[in-house]
C-alpha cells in the first residue's frame, strides 16, 4: 500500500515530487484496475498538471494522490452517485469536504465506485485480496483502490457502516469521524442524521494525517508514541452475528493492546442503546425514503430493484415513528457520553467477520449502525487475518474526541503488529 | 391575502377548484409582480396542467398554489441561488421539501426571490406595504408574495433570521420549525448547522396547516380554540436594538395575551444564552465559509462585494473557535430547554422594529440567531402595525413541540385582533 506519511516525508526530503505520487498511483491504476474496478472516473491529466504547482510545497498534503467516492459532486469529474439516472451529469460545484482536501493540498486522481445512491446495490468493485469477495460498500472503491496501492487517501461516506466495513474487508484504516466534523455538503444525501465524511488510507497514522490536514484538526498520531489507552471491549447484542474468527480477532486485539500496556476492561452496554440500534433502522429509512423522493417518484423503473423494493417499504414508516426513533437516539447519546467518561475507547469488531464470498452484497452493517447513530468517531484497525482475507477490529471513541480514538487505534494497531 | 386554510375550505365546498386557486394566483401575480419583484421563475403552465390531476382532491393541500424560495433545487424551473454564477442553472432533482411539498397536493407555481446564496446581498424585491421599503431577506420573495396576494403559502429558510424577519417586515405569519423538521436536502447550504425550512402564509393557522400537510405532523391548530398558554416575555441582551414601537408591540401582544386568559411573566434569560448568541456568528461564518467555498474560489469575481467582503474576514475562523463555539450551543441548548419546562412560549421581538426604509439592506436578524441556533420553534405573529408598516411579535417555542408553538401563536394573534 502507499503510506501518506511515507509519501509526504519522501516528497518533503525531495525524493519524490508530487508528479512522481501521481505516477505512482497511474501505474498501479493501469496495472490493477481492470480487475478490481474501483475507479469510475479518472483525472489524471488534471492532477499532473497541478502537481506542478510551487505552492502545493506549503501545504500539509504536499500534493498528496487523493480519490473520491462518487457521492461526492466534483465540477472537473463526472459524478453519478452509482445510479443510471445519473449518468453523464457534471455537477456545477464541488463538495465541501472535495474543496478542503484540495485546499489542504490533495489532488483528486479520480472518482471510486461507490453502490447505487450509497445504499445497497453493489458496484462491480472486487477485493483486492480476493477478487471473488466483495470489498464492502457503500465506499467500494474507495477501500479497494487504497488496499491495491491505486491510491494513498480516498474519501468514504458511513450512514450504517459504509466505511468501517469495506476498510475491514480490504484490509485498511478506515476513518469514521464524529458527525460533522467534515461537512456533507456537495454529498449526495442518504440520511441526514447519520451520513458521515469518512476517510481511507494505509494505516491508523495515515489516516489521522489525512484527517488532519482535511479538517484542519489537531488528528495527527505519528508524532509521539500514542499513550496507553483504557479500552473496554464492547461485544454488544449483535455479537452472535460474527464469526469465530472475528471472536478470536477480539480476544488477540484486547490481549494484544494489555500486553502492550493498555487498561483492558469488559462492558456490557446499558439497554437503550439496544434501542438505538433498532431506531436507526427506522431513521435511516425514513430519511432515505425522503432524500430518494424525487429519483423515486420520476425515475422509478432506473432504481435497482432491491433499493425499489426496500423504498416501497420505507414509505410505510409515519413521521411519528421517526420522531420516537429520534427521542430514542438522542436518550442513548447522553447515556453513551456518560459510560465513556471511564474509557478512551471501545473495541468491538468492524463487521461479523472477513469479506463475505460474492459480490452480490457488500455484507452486513450490524457492528457499524449503532455508532454512527451515536455520532462517535470510530477507526477500523488492520492487522490481522482470517485465511487469505483481512480481519478488522474497530475502536470506537467519544464524541468529540476524535483524536483520542485514533490515538487508541495506533496503539491497537501497533500491539497487533509487535504480536504477529 | 389569500388564506391557505379559506382556499382549501372553498375547494372542499367546490366553489373553488384548483386551477382556478392557481388563476387568482396568476392575476395578482401579473398586476402586481412588476412592482414588487417577488418572483424570480413561473411555471404557471405546469402548474395549471397539475391543477387538473384528480388526485389532488385526496391530497391535504388539494392543490393549493406555493411558492418556493429559489435557494431550493427544482428540476422544472431554474435555479440560481441568487447568484450570476448559477444563471441558467437547472437541477437534476427536486429539494426533498419540493418533493413533500408535491406529495402533499401543493402545485409549485414559481421561485421566488432570494439574497445571493440566502446571506447578505438583497434581491430587487420591494415590500408590497411600502415600495420603498425592504421585505426583509433572505427569504424576500415568499415573504412578499404571500403578503401581496400572489401565493398562499412558500417556502423560505432561515439560518440567522431569514424566515421570520421578512414575515415581519411584509405583515404575513412566518414559522421556523424545530430543526430538520422538514429536510433541507437539495437547498443550498448555507451553515449545516442552522440552515432551516421556513414557511410563509396569511396567518398563524394558514401556516401551521401547510406544514403540517408538508412535514405530514400533528401541527394543525384550527380546528379547535387554542389553549391559554403560559407566555414568558423574554427581551433578551439585544433588546436595547429594538425601537420604541417594537418594545410597544411586545407590550401590547402580552396585555392582549394576557387579558385573553393567558399566563403571562417575564424572564431574564441565563448568560449562556447570551454567550450562545455570540457563537451562532462563528458557527454561521466557519461554515458558510467552507458551503461557498467553490464559489470563492473558483469565482471569485462573480460574488457581491459585501459576501466576498465578508467571506475574506470568515476565512480567519479556526476549527477551534468553530469547535468551542458548537460546545456552547449544546451547552446553551441544554439550559433553553430547562428554562422552557416551566413555560410554553416566549414572547420576544421578531425584529427590531419595522422595515427600514431603503432596498440596500434586508435588516437586522438580532432577534433571530439565538432561537435559530438554539433550534426551536419560531413563529412570526402579524397583526401590529407601526404607521403603515408591519411589526411583528415572535413566539418561541420549545425543540420539538412545534405544535404548542403555534397554538400559542393563534392564541396571540387572536388576542391581537381582538384587542384592535
Known amino acids: 500500500m502507499l503510506s501518506a ?24 491504476i493501469a496495472a490493477k484496475d481492470e480487475s478490481i474496478g474501483a475507479f469510475v472516473a479518472l483525472g489524471l491529466d488534471r492532477a499532473r498538471r497541478e502537481a506542478d504547482e510551487p ?32 449518468a453523464g451529469y457534471r455537477p456545477p460545484a464541488d463538495a465541501a ?29 472486487r477485493n483486492p485480496h480476493h477478487l471473488e469477495h466483495t470489498p464492502g460498500g457503500s465506499s467500494s472503491g474507495s477501500a479497494a483502490a487504497v488496499a491495491a496501492a491505486m491510491v494513498p487517501v480516498a474519501f468514504g461516506s458511513q450512514t450504517a457502516g459504509s466505511v468501517i466495513r469495506p476498510a475491514a474487508f480490504c484490509g485498511v484504516a478506515g476513518f469514521k469521524p464524529s458527525y460533522r466534523l467534515i461537512p456533507t455538503v456537495g454529498m449526495k444525501c442518504l440520511a441526514w442524521h447519520l451520513d458521515t465524511v469518512g476517510l481511507f488510507a494505509a494505516g491508523v497514522a495515515d489516516v489521522a494525517f489525512a484527517a488532519a490536514a482535511i479538517a484542519d484538526r489537531d488528528l495527527r498520531v505519528d508524532r509521539s508514541a500514542p499513550a496507553a489507552p483504557r479500552i473496554a471491549v464492547a461485544r454488544t447484542h449483535v455479537w452472535p452475528e460474527a464469526s469465530a474468527a472475528m471472536h478470536g480477532a477480539i480476544e488477540t486485539a484486547a490481549r494484544a493492546a494489555q500486553a502492550a ?34 429519483e423515486y417518484d420520476r425515475y422509478r423503473d432506473k432504481i435497482g430493484g432491491p433499493l425499489r423494493d426496500h423504498l416501497d417499504k420505507s414509505a410505510a414508516v409515519s413521521a411519528g415513528e421517526y420522531d420516537a426513533a429520534r427521542r430514542t437516539a438522542s436518550r442513548a447519546r447522553q447515556t453513551l457520553g456518560d459510560v465513556m467518561s471511564a474509557h478512551d475507547a471501545l473495541l468491538t469488531p468492524s463487521a461479523p467477520g472477513a469479506a463475505p464470498r460474492g459480490l452480490g ?12 447513530l451515536m455520532g462517535v468517531p470510530c477507526v477500523n484497525v488492520p492487522g490481522l487475518m482470517d485465511g487469505d482475507l483481512p480481519l478488522g477490529v474497530q475502536i470506537v471513541g467519544s464524541f468529540g474526541r476524535d483524536h483520542a480514538a485514533l490515538e487508541a487505534a495506533l496503539f491497537v494497531e501497533r500491539a497487533i503488529a509487535a504480536k504477529a
Do not use: H
Not at 506519511?5 to 518533503?12: A, P
Not at 442503546?273 to 432515505?288: G, N, P, W
Open 5 to 28: 506519511l511515507e509519501l509526504v516525508r519522501r516528497i518533503e526530503a525531495g525524493e519524490l515530487t508530487p508528479r512522481g505520487a501521481v505516477e505512482l498511483c497511474a501505474e498501479a
Open 97 to 125: 469536504a472535495v474543496v478542503m482536501a484540495r485546499r489542504a493540498g490533495g489532488l483528486i486522481i479520480g472518482k471510486t465506485a461507490t453502490t447505487e445512491f450509497a445504499y445497497m446495490v453493489p458496484a462491480r468493485t
Open 55 to 86: 505552492r502545493l510545497a506549503a501545504m500539509p498534503l504536499r500534493g498528496l494522490p487523493v480519490g473520491v467516492k462518487d457521492i461526492y459532486d466534483t465540477a472537473d469529474l463526472p459524478t453519478q452517485y452509482g445510479s443510471p439516472i445519473y
Open 261 to 294: 500496556g493498555a487498561t483492558v476492561t469488559e462492558i456490557e452496554l446499558p439497554g437503550i442503546l439496544e434501542e438505538a440500534y433498532r431506531a436507526q433502522f427506522i431513521i435511516m429509512d425514513y430519511e432515505a425514503f425522503r432524500s430518494l423522493a424525487f
Open 361 to 372: 452484497s457488500t455484507g452486513n452493517p450490524a457492528f457499524n449502525r449503532l455508532w454512527t
